[in-house]
């Protein structure tokens, strides 16, 4: 659904590319993650979808035609963006935050909306916290309220920029079975994420970039591979499947004692 | 959700009638709500009429004006800039504006140029403002922090040019200056009243339509973006309609501060968190405050008058110790 | 020489203040209250004025020559200075009026009558001289204004070993003593004493002659926005009431206070007074409410007649009666 092709982006004023020649689908009814070591561009091309960046070369399509050609607002109501940060210099309730979705579609306060909210509130599990404003929320909440808030948007596709770095497991856990849902429901849902060893278990396609380029592409099994990480992260690692759940997993080794 | 009762707003409304109303019959004499009929019937004395038509009803017509345009212009700058500590004479509105009012008065210009030239002056200073960011921050333009920072620097500027031509100028002028610089309604004519009003009404209409927009800019510039906001037209656009609105009311009542400031505060704090509802919140609110405080400045001190921004100066020490305590 | 009080002018300063109060008595069916505060400062006036006046030092065998100033300090009066700062309208003017213009070699910059007075140069402000810039001139006499914002120059200059005499000028009375004080400053007493008492004359004239037409109440705003009117503290109050007017704002103590519209509406002079020589200058809309605006009644006097209390003040208690009581002949 959405597409990169060839991607390049360029940071002013630096030397060399963040993203130099990059090209992958993200396709509906699946998670398609995005991961690499820090610096290696995987927020700039968040962004990139964004529009906050622009294209030094190749382009990105929704629905293969060219993100450029929609507008500000045309794109928010295909495309749900959970960014990394988000301010709250206000206090506003949960009802009132999760409404802001409807900007794109014009609607607040009509039937639609209305229903639009119910509905996204409830998936997202965050009906218990409607009266409570969000500066009194737990992280783990703050998040399921956010996806909430994009899933009132009521898009085809749902970006979100590492939703889970400051979350404890069991939080984790409930963000990405969200997700599981969400993308089985139809949606196409990219994610960037460090954490490879949860976006393994959930994504059904990781993106793994080093240095602005595509080091590997595949099912998870494909790239949770220890030669491949190694040479990317730059570290030693082995990975190891669990032998009770059969989940892969990346254990980096200690270099001193 | 918090449930807006249905009486809030008309008791709202309700409210800045009646001080309206105590503003235009209290004063260095009283005029009773039987010779306010009068006056409206048409039939009351001729010093009552003159009284109330000619010196009390602009004035306090045009409080509530620049009280409104004030509560406006400082929800849309605390909303747009994120900071519940913003104020509508941010980059470098007040110090342009006395620039250029000080400078009509030096070119000893008549006196119904200075509003001219302080809107002119305000006008040149956002100008700049906006230069200056745009030209100088890595950031992009439309950054809150950067606008802050060049509008502190043309503040600056500003104060300096004021304060060297105050420096060379006879004592009559410097009071004169410093009269307009506090800040008053006293000379409010019907004719300053339709300007400013006229003026305030498109603004503040412009203010709601963009309501929806600065609700998603506060979440940041990044997810505003996500929700289909083109953050770096709508900042500037907010930016420019809030600052204008204030530059206007310098123009009509020199600078009156911490109105800006305390209203959206006091909006905020009743419970409201829509922006179109912290806007017209603030609008009413933000008219009786400075109708009340005209009403303090003519009668505190007989037979003179107090400046209106010595009055609202005085509202800022409660205001700011608040904010200190919630730090805590 | 000596250096008493001259004669005829204490018989004339004893002979006036019973004359001024007899008038005032005369007025007070009219407004009694405002006429008894009204006379508050005019007697402080007079009183400063006697109280400070120019006196030789004791009855010593050497009469050392000194006069006393508003800063309480004995200051000589011999060598006769040459070289003369005056930061002040009012002394500067004066000095000219005493034919020793020629020895000012400093001014402040407000100093701008007479004409003449333009062509020295301007040393610094009449409040907070620059002080380097007033030695430079090389004085060996300052003559300053007796605020306590000048204070600190005084001292500065003191120091420095310069004569400097600090003048309160205020009030008519204030003026009169300025003059004579003046006069034996330069060494020319005779020539201090003609001014204060040319003035005084004139001033004399134009109280008999307004002391029995009818006084109609007076506001005299010298500013619309913020609207200040001279208020009980000022010469150009006392300049009234010479005048043959009853200034509404004379209970004031301040000389300037600043007034709302309002009050002035209230008060509902007869006649309101405008010093600006300009009758173009248009009226801010808001004082179209006060009755005397609207119908007209409205005088206008030269603002440089009046701007400080000096050599004109006769010439200016004339103006005002004059425009005040049109159909009266004042000589």
């Given at each position: 659904m959405i597409a990169f092709e060839s991607v390049r982006i360029a940071y002013p004023g630096?030397?060399?590319?963040?993203?130099?020649g990059v090209s992958f689908q993200v396709e509906r009814g699946m998670i398609t993650a995005v991961a690499g070591p820090n610096g290696s561009g995987k927020s700039t091309l968040v962004r990139a979808l964004l529009r906050r960046v622009p294209l030094a070369g190749g382009r990105i399509t929704i629905d293969e035609s060219?993100?450029?050609?929609?507008g500000a607002r045309a794109l928010a109501r295909r495309v749900a963006f959970v960014t990394q940060r988000e301010e709250t210099a206000f206090a506003r309730t949960v009802g009132d935050y999760v409404a802001l979705a409807r900007y794109p579609h014009g609607?607040?306060?009509t039937d639609a909306a209305r229903r639009a909210v119910e509905a996204a509130v409830v998936r997202a599990g965050v009906e218990p916290f409607?009266?409570?404003?969000?500066?009194?929320?737990?992280g783990g909440e703050w998040q399921r309220v956010r996806i909430a808030r994009a899933l009132a948007q009521e898009g085809d596709a749902l970006v979100l920029d590492?939703?889970?770095?400051?979350?404890d497991v069991a939080h984790e856990m409930l963000v990405f079975e969200l997700l599981a849902q969400i993308a089985a429901s139809g949606v196409a849902v990219l994610l960037v994420s460090h954490q490879l060893n949860l976006v393994a278990r959930f994504a059904s396609r990781i993106v793994l970039l080093h240095r602005g380029r595509i080091a590997v592409d595949g099912a998870p099994d494909v790239v949770m591979r220890g030669e491949v990480l190694e040479r990317v992260y730059e570290w030693p690692l082995v990975v190891s499947r669990d032998p009770a759940v059969g989940a892969l997993a990346l254990v980096p080794l200690r270099r001193h004692h | 959700m918090i449930a807006h009762r249905g009486w809030h707003w008309p008791a709202a409304l309700a409210g800045l009638v009646v001080v309206a109303i105590l503003g235009v019959a209290l004063g260095a004499v009283s005029i009773s709500l039987h010779d306010l009929a009068a006056v409206v019937r048409g039939d009351a004395p001729a010093s009552v009429r003159e009284i109330v038509l000619t010196l009390r009803a602009p004035r306090v017509v045009l409080a509530a004006l620049v009280g409104a345009a004030l509560g406006a212009s400082g929800s849309t700058m605390q909303a747009t800039l994120r900071?519940?500590?913003?104020?509508?004479?941010?980059?470098g509105v007040s110090g342009g504006a006395a620039v250029g009012a000080v400078g009509a008065m030096l070119l000893r210009l008549?006196?119904?140029s200075w509003p001219i030239g302080a809107f002119v002056g305000a006008a040149v200073a956002v100008a700049l403002a906006l230069g200056v960011a745009r030209g100088t921050?890595?950031?992009?333009?439309?950054d809150p922090r950067t606008l802050l920072m060049a509008g502190v620097v043309v503040g600056a500027l500003a104060n300096a040019v004021v304060m060297i031509a105050l420096a060379n100028v006879p004592p009559e002028t410097v009071r004169g200056a410093l009269w307009w610089m506090m800040g008053s309604?006293?000379?409010?004519?019907w004719t300053s009243v339709a300007w400013l009003g006229a003026y305030a009404l498109i603004a503040i209409i412009a203010l709601l339509t963009q309501a929806p927009t600065i609700d998603a800019l506060t979440l940041g510039d990044e997810a505003a973006a996500g929700l289909g906001v083109r953050v770096e037209r709508a900042t500037a656009q907010a930016f420019l309609t809030a600052a204008l609105l204030a530059a206007a009311t310098v123009a009509a009542a020199g600078l009156v501060g911490f109105v800006g400031l305390i209203v959206p505060y006091l909006a905020r704090g009743?419970?409201?968190?829509?922006q179109r509802e912290i806007l017209l919140a603030s609008v009413i609110v933000g008219a009786m405050l400075v109708i009340a405080a005209d009403l303090v400045a003519r009668i505190a001190t007989p037979p003179s008058e107090l400046p209106l921004g010595a009055v609202t100066a005085v509202l800022g020490v409660p205001f700011f110790l608040v904010q200190l305590r919630r730090l805590r | 020489m000596s250096f008493r009080p001259d004669e005829a002018a204490s018989r004339r300063r004893r002979v006036n203040a019973p004359r001024v109060r007899a008038a005032r008595a005369a007025r007070a069916a009219r407004a009694a209250a405002a006429l008894l505060v009204a006379a508050t400062p005019m007697l402080a006036g007079c009183g400063k004025g006697s109280s400070s006046a120019v006196r030789s030092a004791?009855?010593?065998?050497?009469?050392r020559l000194t006069v006393r100033d508003d800063f309480g300090n004995e200051v000589a009066l011999?060598?006769?200075?040459r070289r003369i700062v005056s930061l002040n309208p009012t002394t500067t003017e004066l000095l000219f009026a005493l034919r020793a213009?020629?020895?000012?070699?400093g001014r402040s910059?407000?100093?701008?009558?007479?004409?003449?007075?333009?062509g020295v140069p301007a040393v610094g402000?009449?409040?907070?001289?620059?002080v380097e810039q007033v030695l430079a001139a090389r004085p060996d006499l300052v003559l300053l204004?007796?605020?306590?914002?000048?204070r600190a120059a005084y001292d500065r200059i003191r120091g420095a070993g310069i004569r400097v005499v600090a003048l309160r000028i205020d009030h008519i009375a204030q003026f009169e003593r300025a003059a004579r004080i003046l006069g034996r400053s330069i060494g020319d007493p005779a020539s201090g004493d003609s001014v204060a008492d040319s003035v005084a004359t004139t001033l004399d004239r134009v109280r008999r002659a307004t002391r029995a037409l009818a006084h109609p109440t007076v506001v005299w705003p010298v500013s619309d926005s913020p609207p200040i009117v001279i208020g009980g503290g000022s010469y150009m109050s006392e300049l009234l009431d010479i005048a043959g007017a009853?200034?509404?704002?004379?209970?004031?103590?301040?000389?300037s206070p600043v007034v709302s519209v309002e009050d002035v509406v209230i008060r509902d002079p007869d006649v309101v007074i405008r010093g600006?020589?300009?009758?173009?200058?248009?009226?801010?809309?808001?004082?179209?409410?006060?009755p005397a605006v609207r119908d007209g009644h409205v005088v206008q006097v030269s603002a440089d007649l009046v701007s400080?209390?000096?050599?004109?003040l006769g010439a200016a208690a004339v103006a005002l009666a004059r425009a005040l009581h049109p159909d009266a002949t004042i000589p």
């Open positions: 630096q030397v060399g590319r963040a993203i130099d060219p993100v450029d050609a929609l609607d607040a306060g409607l009266a409570r404003t969000i500066d009194t929320l737990s590492e939703p889970t770095s400051f979350l | 900071n519940p500590l913003a104020e509508p004479y941010l980059l008549p006196a119904a921050s890595m950031l992009r333009a439309a309604v006293g000379d409010a004519t009743a419970g409201l968190s829509r | 004791d009855t010593g065998a050497s009469a011999a060598p006769v200075p213009g020629n020895r000012l070699v910059r407000w100093d701008e009558w007479p004409a003449a007075a333009k402000d009449a409040i907070r001289p620059a204004y007796a605020s306590p914002d000048n009853v200034n509404l704002y004379a209970g004031t103590r301040a000389p600006g020589g300009d009758p173009s200058r248009t009226w801010s809309r808001t004082w179209s409410a006060v400080r209390p000096s050599v004109q």
